[in-house]
């Protein structure tokens, strides 16, 4: 959520508060900067992150400016971005299929079959005479008759 406001605040600028960047660029970036380039044990984060284009070129392009990078690093970057993309669009299948699972798992109802709330039912008012008995709410006596 905050990643799409910061998102929305940026919307087609190149910097959030106009052309120069500010002392917000730089937190932002700071905050950014490692969710994108960083390997994570949790891709959810670089995932959503990915999801707004213009935060990526934004961190690119504050990266570019004040963090100029070797040819060298610029070819590992390279092939560091293919790793993590493949990781990216396979926790994006991974999550697809985790949704479909539990989908599925909500089609299956989960109501106890008739039988069984017939027989809880059977029991609650056998332990309710019961105990209705035993407290003497319910009073049984019994009668003899005398034949004449």
Same mark, same amino acid.
């Given at each position: 959520?905050?990643?799409?406001?910061?998102?929305?605040?940026?919307?087609?600028?190149?910097?959030?508060?106009?052309?120069?960047?500010?002392?917000?660029?730089?937190?932002?970036?700071?905050?950014?900067?490692?969710?994108? !380039?960083?390997?994570?044990?949790?891709?959810?984060?670089?995932?959503?992150?990915?999801?707004?284009?213009?935060?990526?070129?934004?961190?690119?392009?504050?990266?570019?400016?004040?963090?100029?990078?070797?040819?060298?690093?610029?070819?590992?970057? @390279?092939?560091? !971005?293919?790793?993590?993309?493949?990781?990216?669009?396979?926790?994006?299948?991974?999550?697809?299929?985790?949704?479909?699972?539990?989908?599925?798992?909500?089609?299956?109802?989960?109501?106890?079959?008739?039988?069984?709330?017939?027989?809880?039912?059977?029991?609650?008012?056998?332990?309710?005479?019961?105990?209705?008995?035993?407290?003497?709410?319910? @009073?049984?006596?019994?009668?003899?008759?005398?034949?004449?």
């Amino acid at each position: 959520m905050a990643l799409n406001t910061l998102s929305t605040k940026l919307g087609d600028n190149k910097f959030f508060c106009g052309n120069k960047p500010t002392s917000l660029d730089a937190l932002v970036f700071g905050y950014l900067a490692p969710l994108l !380039r960083v390997p994570l044990p949790n891709d959810r984060l670089q995932v959503q992150l990915s999801a707004c284009p213009n935060l990526v070129r934004f961190v690119e392009t504050v990266s570019s400016i004040y963090l100029p990078l070797s040819e060298e690093e610029l070819k590992r970057q @390279q092939s560091n !971005r293919k790793l993590w993309q493949s990781r990216i669009s396979k926790a994006k299948a991974d999550k697809e299929a985790a949704k479909t699972t539990e989908e599925a798992a909500e089609a299956i109802p989960d109501e106890p079959p008739m039988r069984d709330a017939i027989l809880f039912t059977i029991g609650a008012l056998v332990l309710s005479v019961a105990f209705a008995i035993h407290t003497g709410l319910i @009073q049984v006596s019994v009668e003899e008759e005398i034949a004449e």
